[in-house]
């Protein structure tokens, strides 16, 4: 069996090696994920952990996600290594958001769009066209739909 220690030398090495196209992508350490797993919300001191969890992206810290194309992320289940690879796509709406506590909401909403187009066209949509996806509107009956499961109304 592959310990994470050597899934997280070779990454190192290969890493320090990418091609031209992947040059911003970053990894996870094998670390990561049973931490974060870990962390309990409740807990005093948890927003100190969860921001020292970060020391495990690497080869640094991401500051600006846009600059990331991919997220390679080794996942290790019952006995079994699986690597998970996430292209980066960063949206931002064509909208401000209108309020401070929405953001989630507004994550929420893309996401279901987002599904949505998947479902009619495919993925075939450029980013640039994708953030134009969600308005405002979408962001407030989502969060009426979100508060009426939570309150039961």
């Given at each position: ?30 670390y ?74 507004h ?34 009956q ?9 309150t039961?109304?």
């Amino acid at each position: 069996m592959v310990k994470g220690d050597l899934i997280n030398t070779f990454m190192e090495e290969t890493f320090s090696q990418l091609p031209p196209t992947l040059t911003g992508s970053r990894y996870l350490s094998t670390y990561w994920l049973p931490k974060v797993e870990n962390l309990n919300a409740g807990k005093p001191g948890f927003l100190e952990e969860m921001e020292a969890s970060k020391k495990w992206i690497l080869p640094s810290p991401v500051m600006d996600w846009a600059e990331v194309p991919y997220m390679f992320i080794p996942i290790h289940g019952y006995l079994h290594w699986s690597l998970m690879v996430v292209r980066i796509i960063t949206i931002t709406p064509s909208h401000r958001q209108v309020n401070t506590y929405d953001c989630g909401v507004h994550v929420m909403a893309l996401t279901r769009s987002l599904i949505q187009l998947d479902d009619k066209l495919g993925w075939k949509l450029a980013t640039n066209e994708i953030k134009d996806l969600v308005k405002v509107a979408d962001v407030k009956q989502l969060r009426n739909e979100i508060l009426a499961k939570v309150t039961g109304a």
